[in-house]
């Protein structure tokens, strides 16, 4: 309850401040599970064997004091209430004393016998009682709930819940682990969250057992926490996807939602939600193949940029062959994949089973196999496109191979028969997913590769790799405003700095600091790979690759502002106060 | 009717007139108070509190706490009662004898308000 003064405050005040009503909508109550609720769990059923050891307790007492005893003398006496009390209270627990204060008769000896047997039943009771209720299921699972609660409560930085932990979100949040964010796993799997326990992650990543399409977990995985920062539906269920999605933007909407999808209808139906980020691992598989087709360095640069940090630079591809193309299957891969091709202006001939994933070779060379100059093999049976491949690689030797892998395990199998390209959906989706997460500048700058041509990639290509090595480093935003560039702010708005004094070593200005800058933002427009000698403003947003040593050389640079003048001017200022007075400065 | 109910308003009445029970009578003459009625008192008095465990609405709440205090008050009494008659030179003096009961009229006070919430919640369950 409330102050009731404040209450009347308010009341009398009512007419004179009345607050308009809320037009917007108010953020929705959103009950997650009780954190309370498993002691009350324990109280509800331990009240029976409570209440058998009391009674047997108090029988035993009563009984006690009323059987006839005599002292020392042979008078009559019996014991009182206290006295029984003490001697059952050592009896019952097994610690046996003896016969206090006198010895016993044979009748207080028959009755105690009586209560012992009694007493190591209650006991007995109430221990298995309590054993049994640590065993049982649903209290483990109400006390593992709880801790989670805690755990996303507890959380005091940025986290997204990532609903989905198999083999994407397994990579996913490992990369995000290794990049220092936090998450919170929701999956209907035991096993994948034993995995995230046992997988040794660097920070503790509260994980529950629960279905992504239950709103309440939804809330106790922290829906409704101010720190969440989005949602990642990345089940195989495309209902529970959507399901995640529907909750999250009614409830939420202003977080960020990257959503899976197999299927062009439920990626229509979540767009109806909000803006989410809806992955489609079918469609973006064909429009990898569209860049691949016009320049096979973009295809390589965007693959390293949105690979977990410490990636090797992936080999560079051949072009794709643009004579006529066969895809085998209609599913919704084939005709996607199909679609894709027919935009780059490719000759296309779909064939094989709507639905039936049968191998049929009678097909493939109906639709023109011999004298084609690639396939798709994009059943969603391994089998099939196993066959597929051998057959279409026995009939020529130069026809460029594309297989769909529906299970995770078969890789190697799609290795060793040497198919040039294989779609495996969870590195689609990984490597979507990252260009979304990793950084904000990232994804519109993945945006504008493709339409830079070959030799531009090629040559940022090999720039990254002169500049911060063959692995892949990390991806960090610079923002060159008077917060967090405050000891460079004096050169900046002078006009003095040029992008290539920014990378400059402090220690040593010579030399260059291992990272590359990939864009320039200034207001709405963009400069892809801007050159050494562009000269930076206040206001300027830049996204670098580097090593994390050069993320902490420029950081340095743009907070202090003796390395700052070093670093632009060449001259070495004194950095204590006395020296500085000294130098006539300040 | 709910077996449940029935044993929970038992007890919890049971424990109000046992305590009564006690207390009745001068209050410093130790023959008008019967140590076995407190005993009894104290039993059924646990486990009225053991039955209110694990029920999470808000009069259960209040009624837990009732009945721990009517449960405390009546152990204090019994300390006094063991400490009188085993330890003390004096005995059942007519001061220990007042004090013993004066506690057990506080649990009495304790245990008339468990069963005036016990009442409360029987009326508004019929009017609803």
Redesign the interface.
Known sequence: MGNPLLLFWQRMLADQQRPAPPRARTRPELAGPQPSATIFLILRRMRMPLIILIVIFAVSVLGLSLTPGQDLDGRPERLNIFESFYFMSYTATTIGFGEIPHAFTSAQRMWVTFAIFLSVIGWAYAIGSLLALLQDRSFRRAVALQRFVRAVHRLREPFFIVVGHGAVGQRLTRSLDAVGRRFVVVDKEDDRITALELGSYHADAPAVVASGSNTRMLAAAGLNHPRCEGVLALTGDDEANLAVTMATALLRPDLRVVARTGSRAVAERMEAFGAPDVINPFDRFGDHLRILLRSPAAYQLMMWLTSPVGTKLPPPREPLPRGRWVVYGQGSFGTEVARDLRAEGVDVAVVGPGDVDAFDPDAVLGAGLEGASGLVAATASDTTNLSLVRYAASLSSDLFLVARQNGSANSPLYRALGVDLVLVPADVLLHEVLARLVNPLLLPFLRQVPHQGEAWSARLVSRLTEGCGRTLGDVWRVSLTAEEAPGLWRWLEAGEVTLGDLLRRPEERDRQVAAVVVMLKRGDETSLAPDDDVVLRPGDELLVIGLQSAQRAVDQTLHDEATAEYVVTGRSVATGWLWRRLAGRD | MNLEKVIFGFFVVFAATLNFGFFVGDISRPELHN??EL?AAV?VN??AT??K????TQIGAVHLATSLVASLQLIAASIV??WA??VSVSGMSPETTASVVSLSGGALFANVVSVVLLTVETVSFQRR
Request: proline residues 0%; without cysteine; aromatic residues 24%.
């Open positions: 140590i076995y005993f039993v646990l486990i053991v039955l465990f694990g029920d999470r009662w063991a008659t085993n």
